[in-house]
């Protein structure tokens, strides 16, 4: 059986204001074919397929056109070859990602719903690595089989949506005390409700194996398992100050793969084993992150910076021809999206307008300007040098040691107006006071700002002005020494 294993993609994410549907569709296209060509019998999308809970029309379509394109595909037989599986993440609405799940065809699976994470996805194949091995247990007739073949392989893929401890613990709960488990004790954390998926899980393997001993599983996840590498573009799921569930909690689970979504970076996450692992269903999986299928975020650029971004998918080989199951076997596949190099660049305005601009004029660059003073029309200097100049960043560096260490860039305590703290800012960043030009400026802009405010048509904030100069007036009264003595 071969598995495609990816996760977020995120269709309808924009980076730094640039549009990335076109990758996304070229990424897809790529994926798409890679399926084709590979025989691949099983794709795993591990939550995040949409940005949004309210993807846009175009976002919709690009999904559409994914999930027809690879449920269409068939084998030589004219049969469909593919079973498509996908969870919802914590950026998909799994009401809306699971609209019509029960219309689709039988080859595309939404499983968006926490009831159904118990119950497997069953998909069956003619058994073709070793003929011999047809007089093991019959394969169950499940999605996708091959009726009138006994010589089957399975595969029991469990799609764990995102769970978000809020929501999926009263459901759990329910599922639990059905399930005669002890449903007391659901912690209000990740590790709570996803060691309370796992326990239903596991009961439900050791159950199958005992009657398919040669029953291969998979497990897709969207979560946060500790000890992985996060990057800067997942939107934080921590609750109660926790994000993140042990690894340890999947040893001896009785799963071959773990298919996790939710880290951007591609990465195979260890699980420790901790006793619970000998006995018969209880192996522990190999568990990895297929990474998103674009960077987004420069801290996602690869080194050395190429298109693509070191984007991958995984594919896994698990054959059943023995009981006492072998690793599944593992291979990465880097996604051709075109997506343009993402680049951090650091460096003084000479290098970053000379050689590094001839490098890097036409990728995608994240540009700080490292210099003593702001450098007049920098912006525009950067603009033309690059291309795509999408984050512009300036560190000023102290001219002289003698400045005085960390010294605060605004005084708020002793400032006595507006100006002076533009002053102190022009103090701390050019290490000198502001002219008499520059002071001129930024009074205006403060008579303007102050303007504006005071301009405000509302009655509303007139009474709130007077209500503040009663509170000042009263707490001067009640303090008669004025200010600087507390
Ligand atoms: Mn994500």
């Known amino acids: 059986m071969r598995i495609l294993h990816t996760s977020d993609w995120h269709i309808g994410r924009r980076f730094k204001g640039v549009d990335l549907a076109e990758y996304q569709r070229r990424a897809l296209n790529w ?40 449920s269409s595909i068939v084998d030589d037989a004219g049969r469909p070859a593919v079973d498509v599986i996908v969870t919802p993440g914590n950026h998909d609405s799994a009401r809306k990602l699971g609209f019509g799940a029960h219309m689709m065809r039988d080859n595309v699976h939404l499983r968006c719903s926490i009831d159904d994470i118990a119950t497997p996805v069953v998909v069956t194949r003619p058994r073709t690595a070793s003929p011999a091995a047809a007089d093991g247990a ?28 809020d929501i999926a613990r009263p459901t759990l709960r329910a599922m639990l005390t059905d399930a005669h488990a002890d449903a007391a004790s659901i912690l209000r954390s990740h590790e709570g409700v996803m060691g309370a998926a796992m326990s239903l899980i596991r009961a439900d393997i050791a159950r199958r ?34 994000d993140s569930v042990p690894a340890a909690m999947f ?19 260890t699980i420790p084993q901790d006793g619970r692992g000998a006995g018969g269903a209880g192996r522990t999986p190999v568990a990895r992150y297929s990474g998103s299928l674009l960077a987004y975020s420069f801290s996602e650029g690869c080194v050395p910076p190429r298109e693509g971004n070191g984007k991958g998918v995984v594919i896994v080989d698990m054959d059943d021809n023995h009981a006492d199951a072998a690793e599944p076997s593992i291979r990465t596949l880097d996604v051709e999206s ?10 003084t305005p000479d290098e970053l307008l000379g050689p590094l601009a001839e490098r890097h004029a036409r990728d995608w660059v994240s540009v700080t300007v490292v210099c003593d003073a702001y450098p007049h029309g920098m912006y525009q200097k950067i603009d033309a040098a690059y291309d795509h100049a999408l984050e512009k960043r300036f560190d000023i560096r102290r001219r002289s040691r003698t400045d005085g260490g960390d010294r605060a ?20 960043t050019l290490h000198r006071d502001p002219t008499v030009d520059e002071t001129a400026v930024l009074r205006q802009a403060v008579e303007r700002t102050l303007g504006e405010t005071d301009d405000g048509p509302v009655k509303d904030s007139a009474e709130k002005s007077s209500a503040a100069k009663g509170s000042a007036t009263k707490t001067a009264a009640g303090k008669p020494a004025g200010k600087g003595r507390d």
């Not at 691949?40 to 379509?61: H, I, K, L, Q």
């Not at 005992?210 to 291969?216: L, V």
């Not at 689970?253 to 195979?268: E, P, T, V």
């Open 138 to 165: 019959p394969g169950e007739n499940g999605v996708g089989g091959r009726r009138g073949s006994t010589a089957v392989e399975t595969l029991a893929v469990y799609a764990v949506p995102y769970l978000d401890p």
């Open 31 to 70: 994926l798409i074919d890679v399926v084709r060509r590979e025989h691949v019998d099983v794709v795993c999308v591990s939550g995040d397929v949409y940005d949004s809970p309210m993807p846009s029309a175009a976002s919709v379509d690009i999904l559409d056109d994914a999930l027809t394109r690879l």
């Open 338 to 347: 075109g997506e343009p190099p993402l680049v951090q660049l650091r460096g």
């Open 209 to 242: 194996r005992a009657s398919n001993p040669r029953m291969r599983t998979v497990m897709m996840a969207h979560a946060f398992v500790s000890g992985a590498n996060p990057s800067d573009s997942e939107r934080s799921i921590a609750v109660g100050g926790v």
């Open 251 to 269: 040893a001896g689970s009785g799963l071959d793969y773990l298919a996790l979504g939710h880290l951007h970076r591609a990465q195979k996450v």
């Open 409 to 428: 860039m605004a005084n708020l305590h002793e400032a006595h107006s507006e100006i002076d703290v533009l002053k102190d800012f022009v103090r701390y």
